[in-house]
């Protein structure tokens, strides 16, 4: 099982479409989690952290599911301008100071 | 402005030419890390740094060097570069290391021929 799976997608969804995506993470003893985007090419910039009562920020909804490990982002009410890719980001846990990105999925708002 | 640097944005160079990428962030920040993207294989961390003079491989640190002799400079550097090298390569840093905001510099194309 690969550290973090992501659907790669791509999502086309209309304008104002709710889109959900979700994020896989083999390692049980992770505890930092994150959603970030990218716009083509550009260096990623945080969208949310995720914590384990979930956590809410406008249009975005993130959850923490530690049984099924897996974390999910939900978009509501989407935005031309929320097209980009977003990728889940786990610690590897264990005392690791390192970080595991998901390979990202792409999403394309339509008008 | 908080912000991380890179230089070069673009570098094209020859196999076996050295060269160094440099790193620096002004935002007073513990941790700093290098990581490679391409395509199919999204972000891959290649060493990270705690603190001055603490370093440590990621998961794709075979041919790069790093050193972190003052807290605000990474400079990555290969020795003798290969064209499987060849990628966009970002800096990032943070305050609390895996448990904070990554903050990412604009990222350097290379390309080696």
């Known amino acids: 099982r690969k550290e973090v799976e992501q659907d790669p997608g791509p999502f086309n969804v209309p304008e104002g479409a709710t889109v959900a995506f979700n994020c896989t993470y083999s390692?049980?003893?992770?505890?930092?989690f994150f959603w970030y985007r990218q716009d083509c090419r550009k260096e990623p910039k945080l969208l949310m952290s995720?914590?384990?009562s979930g956590n809410e920020d406008g249009r975005f909804t993130a959850q923490l599911n530690r049984a099924s490990q897996y974390i999910s982002l939900l978009i509501r009410d989407s935005k031309l301008s929320d097209s980009a890719t977003y990728l889940c980001?786990?610690?590897?846990?264990?005392?690791?100071?390192?970080?595991?990105f998901g390979k990202g999925t792409k999403l394309t708002v339509n008008p | 402005e908080a912000q991380v640097t890179q230089n070069p944005r673009y570098l094209i160079t020859v196999t076996g030419k050295k060269l160094t990428v440099t790193c620096s962030q002004n935002?007073?920040?513990?941790?700093m890390s290098w990581y490679r993207q391409d395509p199919g294989l999204g972000l891959r961390q290649i060493y990270y740094?705690?603190?001055?003079?603490?370093?440590d491989k990621g998961d794709v640190p075979e041919g790069y060097k790093v050193s972190r002799k003052e807290k605000r400079n990474f400079p990555l550097i290969l020795e003798s570069p290969s064209p499987n090298q060849t990628s966009l390569y970002f800096c990032?840093?943070?305050?609390?290391?895996?448990?904070?905001?990554?903050?990412f510099g604009p990222g350097t194309r290379l390309t080696v021929l």
């Open positions: 990032a840093s943070s305050f609390e290391g895996v448990w904070d905001e990554q903050f």
């Open positions: 390692n049980s003893a992770s505890q930092s």
């Open positions: 995720v914590y384990s």
């Open positions: 980001v786990v610690n590897k846990g264990g005392g690791s100071e390192k970080l595991v």
């Open positions: 935002m007073n920040h513990e941790y």
């Open positions: 740094s705690m603190n001055v003079e603490v370093t």
